[in-house]
């Protein structure tokens, strides 16, 4: 059965799409026009610029395009959601606003307290894995889907717990602690660990047990979340049956298996990346021993010849 019987408002989020818009050009105001009037400001940077436009557009493809609507009749599309919001997304947003900017939002009152105890590694990373499974959690993810106000605060502060996460990794605001890329490699490893046991428990389990996905009647209530109320009492529908040949056992094990896979992935670039790193700065840190050495012992020749 097509999406497009939903209506073209549930497929596209139109009201999604203004907001975005006003978020960037808000963005690119305060980072041009007006960065004049904060006391320290650099001029944007290309790749900056990029970095923000295109999580922007990401934010839209992933919660205000059809995989949106899809993600609340395929449980398989919710986890793919989940994976790009919660670990590729933060990392431009993160990027793309420029340190200068970060400082200012940091050194707010009452903000940096609070962001430099959510941003401690330890936490951050706990913090991020507990909100992600309990999320999950069966009771939990049904009632959610069934409470706007419910479902749109706890995507929030999830999304902002995956930018704590990533924040250690990410930051190089000058003043702010930073991580030891020795450091890094175990953050990640103790990220991909910690958040594995949610993830199996989705894939090995005998029964699909989330009911917004098994249950017609639960999961019609469920697409209110997305789906105008008009358009819905129109159609007759069973259940998301109608549109997957998997059984939802199938549909939860394969929603599983495929966030753990998107996470393997997204955290080996990162490790990629933070390895390169770490052997330029040991390399560089290498060459400057051996020209100090190289120095000093000159020096201690033209001593001795003295």
């Not at 994976?83 to 009152?109: D, E």
């Not at 997957?244 to 094990?253: H, I, S, V």
């Amino acid at each position: 059965m097509p999406l497009s019987i939903f209506g073209f408002r549930a497929m596209w989020s139109p009201a999604l799409i203004g907001v975005l818009v006003f978020f960037t050009v808000l963005y690119f105001l305060i980072t041009t026009k007006w960065r004049n009037d904060f006391k320290y400001s650099e001029p944007l940077k290309k790749g900056e610029a990029i970095s923000f436009v295109f999580a922007m557009i990401m934010l839209y493809v992933i919660i205000g395009s059809p995989i949106d609507l899809m993600s609340h009749i395929m449980f398989t599309m919710h986890m793919v959601q989940m994976a790009f919001l919660l670990l590729f997304i933060p990392i431009f947003f993160i990027i793309g606003i420029p340190n200068w900017l970060w400082k200012v939002v940091i050194n707010l009152p009452y903000v940096k307290p609070v962001f430099h105890f959510m941003t401690k590694p330890i936490f951050a990373v706990f913090f991020f894995v507990f909100m992600f499974s309990v999320y999950h959690l069966p009771v939990v993810l049904d009632y959610i889907k069934l409470d706007e106000t419910a479902h749109g605060i706890y995507t929030f502060v999830l999304f902002m717990s995956a930018l704590f996460m990533y924040w250690p990794l990410l930051n190089t605001v000058e003043g702010e602690p930073a991580m030891k890329d020795i450091n890094k490699f175990f953050y990640i490893i103790a990220n991909a660990i910690l958040i594995t046991p949610s993830c199996a428990l989705i894939i090995f389990s005998p029964t699909a047990f989330y009911a917004t996905y098994t249950d017609g009647e639960t999961w019609m209530k469920a697409m209110a979340l997305c789906v105008p109320s008009n358009t819905l009492q129109g159609l007759t529908l069973s259940g998301p049956e109608l549109f997957t040949n998997m059984t939802p056992l199938e549909d939860q094990q394969l929603g599983g298996v495929i966030m753990k896979i998107i996470q393997e992935i997204i955290f080996a670039v990162i490790l990629g990346r933070v390895f390169m790193v770490w052997y330029k700065n040991d390399q560089k840190n290498a060459d400057k021993m051996t020209e100090e050495a190289l120095k000093e012992r000159q020096r201690l020749s033209q001593n001795q010849f003295h």
